[in-house]
């Protein structure tokens, strides 16, 4: 469970959303972690990447970083991440004893070199490739109120958990170039990845909390079936059964099996 980031978490909603995962059928080999406690994980990761000399502490709000985006002429577009223009940055970076105290004053951003354009290849989009520096610029990872970031926590735990596949959003597909470059500094093993398509609104948005799309709720066994069948039409999975006369378990197998002839994984 993804819960770092406490003011935005909603009290209950990491049990609803495992409630409704079981109602579709739809369990785990291993028991649920949370990342609020893997605190201490993150913060040897982060310590170690200090010694490495490679992470800086950063002051700039967001709007300082817009206002010297501005200054070079830059505009970000609406939605997109701002490209950090190493405001921060010092000529020389060095060790810092102050890296594992929370400071409300400094950010801690990860020096990228030179030259890094990432390459990979995505099991449903085929190969990728990103300029880290034209695209990203030094990248946070733990935040000026001492939350660590996605980036620092999700490649931490996929190393400890030892992920080999994530399947996941399409969204999160211009993350993944970052994420493997720091694995290769961490000195993990890199995962295979898989975007999927996002189901969005009319207005082109996708459907999330914070576009303040409806939560579904999965009351019977047919709810849940209609539902995973639209997943599954989305995923353009075929020859599915209808559902009428099919269980939860039946469906899912089937659907699986559609899937494994949809994608082959490496």
């Not at 893997?38 to 913060?43: C, F, G, P, S």
């Not at 200090?50 to 501005?70: D, G, K, V």
């Amino acid at each position: 469970m993804e819960d770092l980031d406490a003011p935005r978490c909603i009290p209950g909603a990491d049990q609803e959303i495992l409630r409704q995962l079981l109602a579709c059928g739809l369990s785990w080999d291993e028991e649920p972690t949370w990342q609020s406690k893997h605190q201490e994980r993150y913060k040897q990761a982060l310590e170690r990447l200090n010694q490495l000399q490679i992470i800086y502490p950063c002051t700039c709000s967001r709007q300082a970083i817009a206002n010297a985006l501005e200054a070079r002429g830059v505009t970000t577009p609406r939605n997109q991440e701002m490209v950090y223009p190493g405001t921060c940055r010092p000529h020389q970076i060095g060790t810092y004893d102050e890296v594992e105290r929370p400071s409300t004053e400094v950010a801690w951003r990860l020096a990228l070199p030179p030259e890094i354009t990432m390459h990979f290849e995505d099991l449903a989009l085929s190969k990728q490739t990103q300029d880290l520096n034209r695209d990203v610029g030094d990248f946070v990872l733990r935040r000026r109120d001492g939350i660590f970031t996605y980036q620092l926590a999700v490649v931490v735990d996929d190393a400890e958990q030892g992920i080999t596949h994530i399947v996941r959003g399409a969204d999160l597909l211009d993350n993944t170039a970052r994420q493997i470059y720091l694995q290769r500094v961490l000195e993990y093993e890199t995962p295979s990845y898989l975007h999927l398509p996002l189901v969005l609104d009319e207005h082109g948005e996708k459907l999330s909390k914070q576009t303040l799309a409806s939560a579904i709720h999965i009351e019977n066994a047919q709810q849940a079936l209609q539902e995973l069948r639209k997943a599954g039409m989305h995923l353009g999975l075929r020859d599915l059964p209808d559902g009428k006369e099919t269980s939860i378990a039946e469906w899912l197998l089937a659907a699986t099996q559609a899937w494994d002839r949809k994608i082959t994984f490496s």
